[in-house]
């Protein structure tokens, strides 16, 4: 599978500074949340584009006597996974490998993270047919980049694929079909509540929460597909 080039040259992280560190914690409560409310039993938990390891940084110390590994492509992470695991107990394992990890992976996981990634890929119905080999259970975290208001003004979508790279853009619907699609049989799925709850709002976004709170509290599907503003939580096997 290609690899998109803002990943490997450093072009990413000049437009993303922090690589969105500041939803990580917020990200690992719902990622914790929703395994526990299933008692899924977690030895081993792997996040594939990982980022810089802040969501395992934090999953370490939910679940401390499990195996954590992450991979990413990125060169420029390495600082970061320096920076996390400096953070991490002595007492829990958890690694970073830099690589492909189709490539590089060769065992089979309780868990599979994949947290706002395969939207960022060329052909996802391959990535995610090729992931399902590699662990019995999976956490996605997909944004719901495509709503009536995005679509109409266009700008939107146009800035989310040149800022952070969102290639394929989806409802709460096309996500979940997609995933169908690709032979994954969904436990649950719900809405995180971004763009109300999340720490890394822009301004913007904060100012757009009362509308949004308004619709969403007379149909939220219809809210989040006219207005966007929400990402998709789905525990998947």
């Not at 500041?22 to 030895?43: P, Q, Y």
């Not at 920076?83 to 690694?95: R, V």
């Not at 990890?101 to 119905?125: A, G, Q, S």
């Amino acid at each position: 599978m290609k690899i998109e080039k803002r990943y490997l040259d450093g072009t990413y992280l000049n437009s993303n500074k922090n690589w969105d560190r500041g939803d990580a914690e917020w990200k690992a409560h719902l990622v914790n949340h929703i395994l526990r409310s299933h008692s899924i039993e977690i030895g081993s938990i792997c996040e594939v584009g990982c980022g810089s390891g802040d969501v395992l940084r934090y999953l370490c110390g939910m679940f401390p006597n499990a195996k954590l590994k992450g991979f990413d492509v990125s060169p420029q992470l390495l600082p970061f996974w320096e920076d996390s695991i400096n953070c991490i107990s002595a007492e829990t394992e958890c690694t970073f490998e830099l690589g492909n990890f189709f490539d590089l992976n060769t065992i089979k996981y309780d868990v599979l993270l994949m947290l706002d990634v395969f939207e960022h890929v060329r052909d996802p119905f391959t990535f995610l047919e090729e992931a399902r080999k590699h662990a019995h259970n999976f956490v996605f975290h997909i944004p719901l980049d495509l709503s009536a208001f995005g679509v109409a003004r266009e700008n939107p979508l146009l800035n989310v694929r040149r800022s952070v790279g969102h290639l394929n853009f989806y409802t709460k619907d096309i996500a979940i079909e997609t995933l169908k699609d690709c032979g994954y049989n969904i436990i649950e799925w719900k809405y995180t509540g971004a763009s109300l709850n999340s720490p890394n709002r822009s301004f913007k976004t904060r100012l757009a929460a009362i509308p949004r709170r308004l619709l969403y509290a007379f149909n939220k599907d219809a809210g989040v597909r006219i207005l966007g503003g929400e990402t998709l939580l789905v525990l998947a096997r």
